[in-house]
């Protein structure tokens, strides 16, 4: 909402406060002022000027040269380019010395050997958009109506000089979507009185029932319509200080009927329309549901199908206006209408809500309706639009308003305790004070004890319970006053939960290993949806995306995080180690909230170490991760209870992954990006793993207990196996671990060997095993004797033979 | 032979001082003290001596044997010391070169500021509440005092699944499901942090998914001054001790009544380009919770008050760091990641 302070100041006295201070005011008081725009402090020296004379330019067809009275001894030389300018006109000049917007300063020039003293501006050279401009100045010079004097301040008499308050206003504000409601709002913070418009057209005999009759066939739609019929007008362009207003409102003007119906809206923040009488079908006016299917053409020439759930004014048949939203090309004023049948109507917000989004039709009338208009001024807006019309367009009034339907306009009573509004504020104020702000805000209010009863105007839908007026009390009275105090009562510890705390100690792991933590989006693509999913199900899908992109819920973190190893990749980061803990979303069917699990994965690729100067480089590989993992599963206590088994799920290498499981239960993946999907995406070998965070968080032990360090010394004993080549290191090192008992203490691989050395289809696997008992130091015969339970073991159960 | 004996000495300890390192000097004790050395040469000659010069010169030759031995031994403690030196200078590194990198990976802004806000609440006695992404309508709208047509909803385009299920738009669908917990009894004392999305294009400001934290505080008599001094620890914590914060009324259909709540800008007021020359920066939303939203909940609005308050994490890091652009956050450009990785 733009609110031009000039025009502002018709109804609120502003003096002693400039525009920046009565912005400030306002944004304090609740409703936040964007901006203050002054559009004449960029411009000076511009003035009024008369064409006396024009000829053409002497050495140029397109250029005019024009004898210029600007209000001094001597008229001055002026030479335009504009096609429309002519002798006889009252013209805006930039006198020589005159800046326009942008800095742009009129000099003293020559153009193709004639002087140039000044120039003749068009309304967008004052600054004003193309858009707001009337139809007739969107191009050339501004032409002043003739009550203007040459020499006088041109800015002002556009209203140029005045400062424009852009109001941004909350939804629960629509009171504010007019001057006079902006009125009451600075008259409350002021504290000084509002002056209302009161109009009274002076009528004929005539009366306007004569010409038309209403009827509502949809009362709920619209419960009020009142119209008024003002006859012979004049059409022609609105007054120069309306369509300055209009323009500085941001409302373009068209016509004298057609800006007074706006200056009203903006006024009285309730929406109008004019039709021309004569282009009605017939006498009355019928309000109903539109058909579905009906077609109708808007005065923006578009034809628009209706349906069943928009309203529509109609002439008995015909729709002849989209209820709130727009009126019909047929009915429209029009150069030649000479009779005119005001329309001042409440209708539902839902309603024209609906049909404004149907059509994609925001106008200012249906942001109004849509937000609930005051009903009391529904009257009020019909007869000063008729006022204006008689004013300013020559028309003559007709007798009496025609109404249809009936709407409340019962005011609501709200009360409050001082003792309930003190409590929740945490302020002491006593009742005066509280008064005098209901008083500021021109509310009735009456006091019992410690309650007061406060009567809401209608203008002030917003106000419905008593926490309403606790904040019309808050704000008017300051926050700034209210002191700083913290919640009493007892405190209770603050804490995260074990989960919360384990989440944390995880990523703090990831961190300390060299991952830095990436957070990708959650909506993917169809196709990245389902990719790398640890469970394949149909994804949760958008009902109205903005993007393919953008679609689906994912169901693995992998995807966005490959995408982000490529990005890096892509700007000379070969080395990239990211990890990403969140939600992924598995569709749990229609209307069902999916399930949300937390997952923690990780893509790395390039380097893992690196140190150059001494010749040190490793790059990442399958163990890189796996020993990652097992290092994150020693870090919440799941170190034995997490194992590995190959496996080639979609995606991933098929001979360089594991599935992760977790007491035998699948948590995961790790392994090798698929080296085709690497290309495919562009990024070097990369390894990834997905886990279940929450499962393995849930599992993660949480009791922590001391284990005696070992009194005795340990005996180590290395073996080297032969063993085929398919045999895995976990099914040698579980045989190991059965047959050694309770004296193994540990088992280690410390080499693996394939090669020229070895027979075909054969290696080696040599393992450094560690015999303790914590009770005695055990002796090499004791040892021994265990030692060859397990070499016996091993032979008969995996085949495997000592090296030689 | 004692003359013998005393030449093979001073021979003896001349050849010890000029010994030159370890070996020699061990030759020089192999060449006299040694089993074919001349001083055994010369016990050997003993036996030609009477009985009553034999323990006379035997002790002479002991005396030179512990002479030697022990000009020996000091010039090896000499020699030692010497070799100890000569190998530490040969081991000398050049410090200045760069030591092997330990990695160190960076936790992402928004985490950080995230658990900086939860350790802050969490001392002053809250915990944190978590919830899903995927809201019913319900929870996301309608307990929040935002029925179904609510021209408020206007105000936050959402991601729609169903017509009954949606990306939340907001973390306060968890102070709802919190609430309902509670039965009807307080305190509550939360801070919900968590993603949230709205239907927004992705551009220097702007985000479709970003990170939200929500404090709540229901309790039998929790006041409007007991928000604004929490927030105004918040500010402080967050941002420094010397700042202030500013309350402006505004509307939540959550809250009432609402506020916008300004930290005064690190400019000290005189204004800069980052709070557009006003000296203050919005920084959340707040309010005292709507009875309706009490109500729904299971709370009896006539005893129980509470506060809300909310915030963006991006704007929040943004302020802080001086980051210009919120796609930074997802783009995960390990030149942006990395530099969060130092503790403040
Ligand atoms: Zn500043």
């Not at chain 1, 925001?362 to 807006?381: H, L, M, T, W, Y």
């Not at chain 1, 303790?772 to 004791?782: F, M």
């Not at chain 2, 000398?92 to 802004?109: E, M, N, R, W, Y």
């Amino acid at each position: 909402m733009f609110v031009s302070y000039k025009w502002l100041a018709q109804y609120v006295d502003l003096s002693g406060v400039t525009p920046q201070e009565l912005a400030e005011k306002i944004t304090r008081a609740g409703i936040e002022v964007e901006g203050v725009e002054t559009p004449a402090s960029e411009m000076k020296n511009i003035v009024v000027g008369y064409v006396k004379e024009r000829e053409q330019h002497p050495n140029a067809d397109k250029l005019n040269k024009c004898l210029v009275d600007i209000g001094e001894d001597e008229p001055v030389q002026i030479i335009c380019g504009a096609k429309n300018v002519d002798a006889g006109q009252y013209v805006a000049v930039a006198k020589t010395g005159a800046v326009l917007p942008g800095n742009f300063k009129i000099k003293r020039a020559k153009l193709r050997g004639e002087e140039s003293n000044g120039m003749i501006c068009s309304l967008q050279e004052l600054g004003i958009e193309s858009r707001l401009a009337p139809k007739e100045y969107a191009e050339g010079i501004f032409n002043f109506p003739n009550d203007v004097t040459p020499g006088e301040d041109a800015l002002e008499a556009l209203n140029r000089d005045d400062a424009i308050l852009e109001l941004s206003l909350t939804p629960n504000r629509s009171d504010a979507l007019s001057m006079i409601g902006v009125a009451y709002e600075v008259a409350a913070i002021l504290d000084r009185d509002v002056k209302l418009p009161e109009p009274n057209p002076a009528e004929a005999d005539e009366k306007s029932a004569d010409s038309i009759s209403i009827r509502i066939d949809a009362p709920a739609d619209n419960p009020l319509y009142i119209a008024r019929v003002v006859k012979n007008v004049k059409i022609g362009p609105s007054p120069l200080w309306m369509q300055t207003y209009l323009m500085n409102a941001g409302v373009r003007p068209h016509n004298n009927v057609v800006d007074i119906t706006n200056y009203v809206l903006m006024e009285y923040g309730q929406p109008l329309h004019a039709f021309d009488l004569d282009r009605l079908g017939s006498k009355e006016i019928v309000v109903r549901r539109a058909a579905d299917g009906e077609k109708f053409v808007t005065l923006d020439d578009t034809e628009r199908t209706l349906s069943s759930d928009q309203l529509v004014i109609t002439d008995g048949k015909k729709p002849v206006a989209l209820a709130g939203v727009m009126g019909g090309a047929n009915s429209e004023v029009h150069e030649g209408t000479v009779n005119v049948l005001i329309e001042s109507a409440y209708f539902d917000g839902q309603i024209v809500r609906t049909a404004s989004k149907a059509h994609v039709l925001r106008s200012e009338a249906s942001a109004r309706f849509e937000k609930g208009v005051d009903p009391s001024r529904v009257q009020a807006a019909c007869d000063r639009a008729a006022e204006l019309m008689a004013d300013l367009a020559g028309g003559t009034v007709l007798s009496g308003s025609v109404i249809a339907g009936d709407l409340s306009m019962e005011q609501k009573q709200v009360s409050i305790t001082l003792e309930k509004l003190n409590t929740v504020l945490g302020t002491d104020l006593q009742m005066d004070s509280v008064e005098d702000i209901f008083r500021r805000l021109q509310f009735e209010t009456e006091t019992v004890g410690s309650e007061i009863t406060v009567t809401v105007p209608t203008r002030r839908g917003d106000i419905a319970i008593p926490e309403d007026l606790t904040e019309e009390v808050a704000r008017l009275y300051g926050y700034d006053h209210i002191p700083l105090t913290l919640p009493e009562g007892a405190v209770q510890p603050g804490s995260l939960s074990p989960y919360q705390l384990g989440r944390r100690i995880v990523r703090r792991y990831l961190e300390g290993t060299g991952f830095n933590q990436a957070i990708t989006y959650s909506l993917t693509s169809s196709k990245r949806a389902s990719e790398f999913a640890l469970e394949q199900r149909e994804p949760v899908a958008l009902s109205m995306p903005m993007s393919e992109e953008r679609a689906f819920l994912r169901q693995s973190l992998l995807p966005h995080l490959i995408e982000a190893a490529a990005y890096n990749n892509a700007r000379q980061m070969a080395s990239v180690a990211l990890y990403e803990t969140s939600s992924i979303y598995l569709n749990e069917g229609e209307n069902v909230q999916p399930k949300e699990e937390e997952r923690l994965a990780g893509v790395v690729t390039g380097m893992w170490h690196e140190h150059l100067w001494q010749g040190e480089k490793k790059a990442v590989d399958f163990f890189t991760v796996k020993g990652i993992v097992e290092g994150l599963a020693a870090r919440i206590g799941l170190q034995d209870r997490l194992t590995f088994q190959k496996a080639a799920p979609a995606g991933f290498h098929p001979g360089r992954t594991a599935e992760v499981l977790l007491d035998s239960e699948p948590v995961g993946f790790i392994g090798q990006l698929h080296p085709s999907l690497a290309k495919e995406v562009d990024v070097k070998e990369a390894y990834l793993f997905e886990l279940k965070l929450d499962v393995m968080l849930h599992a993660a032990r949480e009791d922590l207990s001391y284990a005696a360090i070992p009194r005795y010394p340990s005996i180590g004993r290395d073996i080297a196996l032969v063993v085929d080549s398919t045999v895995e290191a976990a099914a040698l090192e579980a045989v190991i671990k059965h047959a050694g008992g309770s004296l193994l203490t540990s088992v280690r691989v410390f080499d693996v060997y394939e090669g020229q050395r070895m027979e075909e289809g054969k290696k080696s696997v040599a393992f450094a095993l560690t015999y303790a008992d914590p009770e005695k130091t055990l002796t090499d015969e004791e040892v021994t004797a265990v030692h060859e339970k397990v070499l016996i073991a091993l032979k008969e159960q995996a085949d495997a033979e000592l090296r030689g | 032979m004692e003359q013998q004996l005393n030449e093979l000495q001073s021979q003896a300890l001349e050849k010890i001082a000029a010994a030159a390192d370890l070996k020699e000097l061990n030759d020089i004790r192999v060449a006299y003290l040694g089993k074919k050395g001349p001083v055994t040469e010369v016990l050997k000659g003993m036996g030609k001596l009477s009985a009553e010069e034999r323990p006379k010169m035997g002790a002479l030759v002991n005396v030179v044997r512990e002479t030697i031995a022990n000009a020996i031994e000091e010039k090896q403690t000499v020699l030692e010391a010497a070799a100890i030196e000569q190998q530490l200078a040969l081991e000398t590194v050049d410090v200045t070169l760069p030591g092997s990198p330990v990695k160190i990976g960076a936790q992402h802004p928004l985490t950080r500021i995230t658990e900086e806000i939860e350790d802050l609440f969490i001392g002053m006695g809250y915990t944190v509440a978590e919830g899903p992404e995927v809201e019913q309508d319900y929870y996301n709208f309608e307990a929040l005092n935002l029925p179904k047509g609510h021209p408020a909803r206007d105000m936050q385009d959402t991601f729609y699944i169903t017509p009954e299920l949606l990306m939340r738009t907001h973390t306060s669908p968890v102070q709802v499901r919190t609430m309902q917990k509670h039965g009807g009894r307080g305190p509550v004392k939360i801070i919900c942090p968590g993603k949230v999305y709205r239907r927004d294009s992705d551009d220097a400001t702007h985000s479709h998914q970003f990170t939200q934290i929500e404090g709540l505080v229901v309790g039998e008599n929790i006041r409007m001054s007991d928000l604004k001094g929490t927030l105004d620890v918040f500010a402080k914590k967050m941002f420094g001790a010397d700042r202030e914060i500013r309350l402006r009324p505004s509307f939540f259909p959550f809250t009432e009544p609402s506020v916008e709540v300004d930290v005064s800008c690190m400019c000290g007021g005189k204004g800069c380009s980052i709070c557009k020359g006003t000296g203050w920066i919005e920084v959340l939303g707040a309010g005292m919770v709507h009875p309706n939203v009490l109500e729904m909940a299971g709370f009896d609005s006539t005893k129980y008050t509470g506060f809300a308050f909310g915030m963006g994490q991006e704007r929040i890091a943004m302020l802080k760091y001086g980051i210009d652009d919120i796609r930074h956050f997802y783009t995960n450009d390990l030149r942006f990641l990395k530099q969060f990785s130092v503790h403040e």
